[in-house]
């Protein structure tokens, strides 16, 4: 488990980084291949520790490190900002990894440590906006503010970035929204979706009716 967060660490806080960008496609597919790899031998290990004669405090402590990191390392690429030389694919997959990783931790071992009210995955404040929509409400609505001029034109993959960085929704806590998922309710929207939308959008002309009088 030790060597698959040092490979984590070394594609984030090195590869990724834009400073020391220098990947070819070789590089690039190498990575887009071994991540999945990665990941599954991380939770493999974890479910082994749990569920074999480690020391229970030891287990914790695992639990606890590994969390921290995946933490740590999605806000450090989440920082990075802009990456134009990055390839999407490869960008969404080392999010997923590391996002996946976490909820997993989370929805699977959570008592094993969430119970003492420790927040490893935020250590800072929280400065995300916080709505009362679903993600794909949330994807929707900016997909109508797009599509109707509200927005600068630009990337549809660098706005759901930007979603997935300083938007939270309901019932998602403390963790972080997906852009690979935001990207995928971005283009495949419900039709509950569009009603619960265009309910929002119908409240949002009554209140402006309500403080204007507009012929």
Partial sequence: MNAELTKLRTLVLKDLDPVYYHMDKQKVDDWLRELPLIQSHILSALQAEVLGDTDNSL????????????AFLLNALYKYGNMPDVPEALYFLTEGCLQSTLSHIEE?????????GADYNHPAEDYRIRVL???????????????????????????????????????????????????????????????????????????????????
């Fill in 133 to 215: 929509l679903s993600a794909e409400g949330l994807a929707y609505f900016f997909k109508l503010l797009f599509k109707a001029g509200a927005l600068d034109s630009g990337p549809v993959s660098r706005m759901i970035v930007s979603l997935s960085k300083n938007f939270a929704t309901s019932g998602i806590g403390n963790a972080y929204l997906s852009s690979n998922s935001l990207m995928t309710k971005y283009k495949q929207v419900v039709q509950s979706t569009a009603k619960s939308v265009r309910a929002l959008l119908v409240k949002m002309l009554r209140v402006l009716d309500e403080e204007f009088t507009i012929v």
């Fill in 108 to 116: 699977r071992y959570g008592d094993c440590f969430l119970r003492k």
């Fill in 59 to 70: 287990v914790e402590r695992h639990l606890k490190q590994m969390h921290y990191d995946c």
